[in-house]
Each structure stands twice: as C-alpha cells, then as structure tokens.
C-alpha cells in the first residue's frame, strides 16, 4: 500500500478496495477479528473499519492518543500506521 494521509485513509476507509488494503497489510488473527466484529454487527467490513476509526478519531481518550501519536511518528506510512493501530486496539481484549 503505498503512503497516504491520515485523513485521506480516514476519508476512503469505507471504500471495499482501500479497507481490504488495510485489511491485508494487519495480521491475519487481528483482519479475522475485525471481519468477525462487522459480522456480528451485520456490516460490510469496510464501513465497520471506517465507523470503528472515525468512533476513536471522535472519541479516543488523551492517553490512547498519546501512544498512538507516539506510534505513528515513528512510521514510515504514519496514516496506515495510525489506522492499523485503531483498528487492532478495536478487537483486542481490553
């Protein structure tokens, strides 16, 4: 995937094509959870990936925008970097 802006990713996530991109580039156990998650919700995955980013860019608590900036500037492609980061703290067991 090459590097794109946050805000563009955040924009085109609920695109089929842009979230299986970001799909793929996650590990397999993290896309299966998510995929099991949009299920469940009776939901493509691609808006269920676009509404879970858009619900933490909305409402994400300061600490977990902390680690997240802290994350994404250490990055190579910071806007994939940031959504693969949502997205697995998304169906990770808190």
Not at 44 to 53: I, Q, R, T
Not at 73 to 92: F, H, M
Request: aromatic letters at 6%; a negative charge; glycine letters at 8%.
């Amino acid at each position: 995937m090459n590097a794109i802006t946050l805000g563009d990713l955040i924009a085109h996530l609920d695109r089929p094509g842009v979230a299986a991109g970001v799909l793929a580039s996650l590990d397999p156990d993290i896309r299966g959870r998510i995929e099991q998650r949009a299920a469940a919700a009776s939901m493509e995955v691609a808006d269920f990936a676009a509404g879970a980013v858009r619900e933490f860019i909305e409402h994400g608590d300061d600490e977990l925008w902390f680690q997240l900036l802290t994350m994404i500037r250490k990055s190579d492609d910071p806007g994939l970097a940031a959504v693969q980061t949502i997205l697995t703290w998304v169906v990770t067991e808190k």
